[in-house]
């Protein structure tokens, strides 16, 4: 492994941390979902347009048209993404929605495995699997099928979906193109994806409280910029199966937030949970980190 890979998975651990905020500012947040994601996008898309359009201006035209339309349709998965999770914690509690998004890495691994034939080290899967038993548990293995929870369950799992597709599009896109090019595509694809929907429904652009804005500015700059801005640019140098995995330990921060802000106590089996998923999330980057220093070494 080398030192750009090293410091790209310390990295993303940070930019976990960072995405543990989302749940708690959507809950403080009294704007619909779609409007959420627009200006969640709306405040974060500038600044990558000014770098862009600076200092990669010929990177950015040089891209050709299939590389275009691969990241518009990574941007519309990411749109889907946080419109289906944002409506998710609507309907139930903040730790169900997180785990239950947090599936993703299973997806991925399925996509990957069944899909492109790729080998993955069978120590590192186990790590994965012990990682989302232990995100099951912190969210006390009560889904509450009834009613309206189990509305939040399914969009939180189509969350998961949208969520693995983005990261398996941007794998094949972020080695290919520079990393401000791709992210300022993918996100101005979300943006778009977003206005669009803003206008399909008929949602408002302007009617909400000062609150409600300063809320959707501060999930732009922690969790748009801090968090999947750097899981893009990340996936130039790791796997996107260590990303979701490392992703996974959102649960735990999400969880203790809401705890303190909300009230919602954990159990001692969400506890029990969490110190679960940290050793999966642990012994799955043990294992992967030997794999591909035995892979390079071939």
Not at 54 to 82: M, P
Request: with cysteine; hydrophobic share 55%; aromatic share 14%.
């Amino acid at each position: 492994m080398n030192v750009f890979q090293l410091q790209a998975k310390k990295i993303v651990v940070m930019a976990a941390l960072a995405a543990s905020f989302s749940a708690i500012f959507i809950r403080l947040i009294d704007a619909p979902a779609m409007a959420i994601g627009f200006y969640r996008l709306s405040f974060s898309l500038p600044f990558f347009a000014v770098a862009v359009l600076v200092w990669n201006r010929k990177e950015l035209f040089a891209v050709s048209r299939k590389d275009l339309a691969v990241c518009t349709l990574s941007g519309v998965f990411l749109a889907l993404h946080f419109f289906t999770w944002f409506t998710a914690l609507s309907y139930t509690t903040v730790a169900s929605a997180v785990v239950l998004c947090a599936t993703h890495p299973i997806i991925i691994l399925a996509i990957t495995t069944l899909v492109y034939k790729e080998k993955t080290n069978r120590k590192a899967v186990i790590g994965v699997m012990l990682a989302l038993v232990g995100a099951a548990i912190i969210s006390g293995g009560d889904y509450s099928f009834s009613g309206r929870a189990i509305i939040g369950d399914i969009l939180a799992l189509f969350g998961a979906l949208f969520m693995a597709l983005y990261f398996l599009a941007g794998r094949r896109m972020r080695k290919k193109l520079n990393a401000a090019v791709y992210i300022f595509l993918v996100f101005g694809a979300c943006w778009l994806t977003f206005g669009i929907g803003m206008l399909a429904t008929r949602t408002s652009f302007l009617s909400y409280s000062t609150s409600d804005f300063a809320y959707m500015f501060a999930i732009a700059m922690v969790c748009q910029i801090g968090a999947h801005a750097v899981f893009n640019w990340s996936l130039g140098y790791v796997s996107p199966l260590y990303i979701s995995t490392i992703e996974t330990g959102e649960a735990i921060g999400a969880t203790i937030l809401a705890a303190l802000i909300f009230a919602e106590i954990p159990t001692p089996w969400q506890l029990v949970g969490g110190i679960v998923t940290i050793l999966g999330l642990i012994y799955y980057n043990y294992h992967d980190a030997k794999a591909q220093k035995a892979f390079e070494e071939l």
